[in-house]
Every structure is written in C-alpha cells, then in structure tokens.
C-alpha cells in the first residue's frame, strides 16, 4: 500500500541554509507550494553540501519546515 501527500498550500517563504559549521552560508526567497519548496531545499542541500535549512513564512516569520540531511 502506498500513501501519497500533496500540500496545495502556497506561500512566499524566506530559507536559511546552513553549512557544516552551522553558520548560515545562503539565504533566500521563494514562492511555490510546500511540496515545491521542499523539493527545491533539498536540491540545494546536495548541489552545495548544505547541512541543513530552515524555512520561515516571509509574511508571519513562522517555521515551516525543518530539513537536515543526515
């Protein structure tokens, strides 16, 4: 069985990404659905060996994601 998620919720978010000395190595802005900005997180955490990024709501200044790579 497989269980598939789509998020349809669409925002403009600000991403901090982090390097291995967790000192924020780039910032950006985007806008695009949930499932759009985590694919595009974890495209340029592998292209730039990030080690993790944090995703805030550009209008509310709310977490809303969360990904490290392991």
Avoid at 6 to 16: C, L
Avoid at 21 to 28: G, I, P
């Amino acid at each position: 069985m497989a269980i598939n998620i789509q998020h349809t919720y669409t925002t403009h978010v600000e991403i901090s990404f982090l390097d291995r000395a967790h000192n924020y190595a780039l910032k950006e802005q985007t806008c695009g659905s949930m499932d759009e900005i985590a694919e595009h997180v974890c495209e340029v955490l592998v292209k730039h060996d990030f080690t993790s990024a944090d995703v805030i709501d550009a209008s509310t200044g709310e977490l809303l994601l969360i990904v490290e790579r392991t």
